[in-house]
C-alpha cells in the first residue's frame, strides 16, 4: 500500500519562500510522474506542479509559473516543491501523489493513487 508523507509547511509572511517535501513509500517511486496539489479553503483541489519519472519536463499552473520549482530524488522516494515569493493566495493545503497525462486539445494531469497524505498546510500573510 502506497504511503505519502507531506511536510516543510508553514506559516509565512507573502514574499518569503518554502520548502515542501513528500516523501513516498510502497510504490517503485521512479516509475512514475509525480504531482503537487494543492486545496485551499472552500475550493476543490488543483494540480500546481508536476515532474516525469526521468525529472524532465516539468510542467506548472499559470498561477505559479516562474515562483515554484519541482523536483525529485528517486533515490530517496523523495519529491519536493520550492515555492519562492510566494503570495496569500497560495495558502493551501499541498499534497502529492503521481499523476499521468490525459492528453487531449490541452493536456489535463491526473491523480493516480486513490491514497492521499495528510498534506502539508500552507498560510501566507499579507
Known amino acids: 500500500q502506497v504511503q505519502l508523507v507531506e511536510s516543510g509547511g508553514g506559516l509565512v509572511q507573502a514574499g518569503e519562500s518554502l520548502r515542501l517535501s513528500c516523501a513516498a513509500s510502497?510504490?517503485?517511486?521512479?516509475?512514475?510522474?509525480m504531482g503537487w496539489f494543492r486545496q485551499a479553503p472552500g475550493k476543490e483541489r488543483i494540480i500546481v506542479a508536476v515532474?516525469?519519472?526521468?525529472?524532465?519536463?516539468?510542467y506548472y499552473a499559470d498561477s505559479v509559473k516562474g515562483r515554484f520549482t519541482v523536483s525529485r530524488d528517486n533515490a530517496k522516494n523523495t519529491v519536493y516543491l520550492q515555492m519562492n515569493s510566494l503570495k496569500p493566495e497560495d495558502t493551501a493545503v499541498y499534497y502529492c501523489?503521481?499523476?499521468?497525462?490525459?492528453?487531449?486539445?490541452?493536456?489535463?494531469?491526473?491523480?493516480?493513487?486513490?491514497?492521499w497524505g495528510q498534506g502539508t498546510q500552507v498560510t501566507v500573510s499579507s
Open positions: 501523489n503521481a499523476v499521468e497525462a490525459i492528453i487531449g486539445r490541452t493536456t489535463r494531469w491526473t491523480s493516480v493513487w486513490d491514497y
Open positions: 510502497g510504490r517503485t517511486f521512479s516509475t512514475y510522474n
Open positions: 515532474i516525469t519519472r526521468s525529472g524532465g519536463m516539468p
